[in-house]
């Protein structure tokens, strides 16, 4: 599996925007970037996910680089809810279909 | 539910002890994965399911882990002489469609269980 690198933990002051990078220099040309996060005692919850474009919805926007060897999830005020922890995952589906977690950013919003 | 649902929430084993623990998909949902996550890591995979067909076990640690989907939809992760290393929280996710290729993939609260 192509193989993410995301910072270990990053801070935020409240209604701030946040920009988690992540690099996927491995990345291949049918792999989808999908960001989930995890909230203390709960299973992960889908972000966004995208191909090659920018994407946006209500949650966050993902912005990919042009050659796709990096992108950011960036959340446009953070709030004391979205501390979590951040994971940033590629997946290529076929019979290969599966997210593969790392370790993720830990992301620390103060008041 | 609307979400995936998980039982039991809790599960407190002896070691030797064997467990089951279930999970309910969104319905509709052909896809459905288990994971394991251990305190402070990330979510690890363990086997995936089309419908009743398991495609991918790569990730069962060892054969005391059986899973099963007997009717593509409620699916069971069996540990059979559960060891302290079993210790962790397995989550169940599903997916609406099979084979990926940017699918959103939902996942449960999981499933606690601790080996005394």
């Known amino acids: 599996d192509a193989k993410t690198t995301q910072p270990n933990s990053m801070e935020s002051n409240e209604e701030e925007p946040v920009h988690l990078p992540c690099n996927h220099s491995t990345i291949s040309g049918t792999d989808y970037i999908h960001w989930y996060r995890q909230l203390p005692s709960q299973g992960p919850e889908y972000v966004i996910h995208?191909?090659?474009s920018n994407v946006n919805n209500r949650m966050a926007s993902l912005a990919i680089a042009e050659d796709r060897k990096s992108s950011t999830l960036i959340l446009h005020r953070a709030t004391l809810r979205d501390a979590a922890v951040y994971y940033c995952?590629?997946?290529?589906?076929?019979?290969?279909?599966?997210?593969?977690f790392g370790k993720g950013t830990l992301l620390t919003v103060n008041p | 539910g609307a979400g995936v649902s998980q039982s039991p929430r809790y599960k407190v084993a002896k070691r030797g002890q064997d467990v089951a623990l279930r999970c309910d998909p969104i319905s509709g949902h052909v896809s459905l994965f288990w994971y394991q996550q251990a305190l402070g890591q990330g979510p690890e995979f363990l086997t995936y399911f089309q419908n009743e067909a398991q495609l991918d076990k790569s990730g069962l640690p060892s054969d005391r882990f059986f899973a099963e989907r007997p009717e593509g939809s409620v699916s069971t992760l069996k540990i059979q002489r559960t060891q302290q290393e079993d210790s962790a929280v397995y989550l169940c996710?599903?997916?609406?469609?099979?084979?990926?290729?940017?699918?959103?993939?939902?996942f449960g609260e999981g499933s606690w269980l601790t080996v005394v």
């Open positions: 995952i590629l997946e290529s589906g076929g019979s290969n279909y599966k997210l593969t």
């Open positions: 995208g191909l090659t």
């Open positions: 996710a599903s997916s609406l469609y099979p084979g990926g290729a940017g699918n959103t993939i939902y």
